[in-house]
């Protein structure tokens, strides 16, 4: 019930923002964000990994506890915990300081680059809030920083871009696999054109895995990169089943129908001036899209690792949609559509973070 109060409040502030009142929407966004800081924040024992992780605060309470390679987390994140501690922080409190954190890094991003800022975070809801914010807390905050990424991608600052990918690695090591876009968005970029073509071809690729098994093949050529990082949580990750059992899915299916939409749209409207924006998110968000396919017999690599790219559609589809804004059927349509995919998957992982709990109740 909480779940669905909460996705009707969200909804209830969106249709308030398609009446353009700049200073009701500004207050609206800011009443959204805290309702989801205060929804994650005082959170109880809700989704897979929140009592392991009050079992790591409870047992890292100094420095030296940070280096100890028998905790299996990051050393950013041990060292917050540690911070935490040395500010007198509970538990509750450091998960409401780590939801803080992970919001607000996300708002930077759909601050800076989203055409609406309430549909933005509407989108966000899932699956990223419900499985990251709300779930995997470190790999929620260490995506959350990896959208910040994007001004660095766009300007060629290679030295800021790794800056933010240590410092979200810090608490994830798996964004590493980051490197990617910044390389496809300077130096191998699609067009958008290109990328409709290909994702076409997605489709059938997608099927085919099914009979050749390119996801395994896929892995012993990650393998053969010799990358430690990347090869520990490739080989935790193969053996894992997450919320389908890996294959062909409805939401994977719906996830390239959408790609072929907005790069369409984008190369619609090549002419207008957040063009490259556009593009460079639309490349990121291919690369995910492409990881799932490939990988698509292995659900759990999909979640960690495409996710990490996916994420950026939050802005990259509300931005697309809003071309349409003058056409107002297509408009609601496509919205419509997309927030139909997003709860669809959102129902798929609801049976692991029902039921919802405050540590108030």
Same mark, same amino acid.
């Given at each position: ?39 994650? !924040?005082?959170? %109880? ?30 050393? !950013? ?62 790999? !929620? ?67 085919? *895995? ?6 395994? =093949? ?11 990082? =990347? ?5 935790? %990750? ?8 890996? !294959? ?11 790609? =072929? ?18 593009? *460079? ?77 405050? =540590?108030?109740?």
């Amino acid at each position: 019930m909480f779940y669905v109060i909460l996705v009707l409040i969200c909804v209830i502030f969106y249709i308030l923002s398609l009446f353009e009142n700049e200073n009701l929407n500004k207050l609206n966004s800011y009443l959204m964000l805290i309702i989801l800081l205060l929804f994650s !924040g005082l959170r %109880y024992g809700v989704l897979w990994d929140y009592f392991n992780y009050e079992k790591i605060y409870s047992s890292v309470t100094d420095w030296k506890s940070i280096l100890d390679p028998k905790l299996h987390i990051e050393h !950013g994140f041990s060292f917050l915990i540690v911070l935490s501690h040395k500010f007198g922080l509970n538990w509750y409190g450091f998960v409401f300081f780590i939801a803080l954190l992970t919001l607000l890094f996300t708002w930077r991003f759909i601050t800076k680059y989203s055409k609406n800022r309430i549909a933005s975070l509407l989108l966000h809801l899932s699956p990223y809030f419900f499985i990251n914010d709300m779930g995997a807390i470190r790999n !929620g905050l260490s995506n959350a920083i990896i959208l910040n990424t994007f001004e660095s991608i766009q300007r060629k600052k290679i030295v800021v871009f790794l800056g933010w990918l240590i410092l979200a690695s810090l608490f994830h090591g798996s964004v590493i696999a980051f490197i990617i876009p910044y390389l496809v968005c300077n130096y191998f970029r699609f067009s958008a054109k290109k990328i409709k073509y290909i994702s076409v071809c997605l489709f059938p690729l997608l099927f085919l *895995n099914q009979v050749v098994n390119i996801s395994n =093949i896929a892995i012993n050529l990650v393998h053969k990169l010799n990358i430690s990082i =990347i090869n520990k949580y490739i080989d935790r %990750y193969i053996g894992t089943k997450f919320f389908y059992n890996g !294959g062909i899915s409805i939401t994977m299916l719906a996830q390239i129908v959408m790609l =072929i939409f907005v790069a369409y749209t984008i190369e619609k409207y090549r002419n207008d001036s957040d063009y490259k924006q556009n593009l *460079n998110m639309l490349n990121i968000y291919f690369v995910g899209i492409l990881i799932s396919v490939i990988f698509s017999n292995f659900d759990m690599i999909v979640a960690r690792f495409s996710l990490i790219f996916l994420n950026f559609d939050k802005v990259l589809f509300v931005n697309a949609i809003y071309k349409y804004k003058k056409n107002k059927v297509i408009f609601l349509l496509a919205l419509a559509i997309y927030c139909i995919v997003r709860i669809y998957i959102y129902l798929r992982v609801h049976p692991a973070a029902h039921p919802y709990k405050m =540590i108030f109740f």
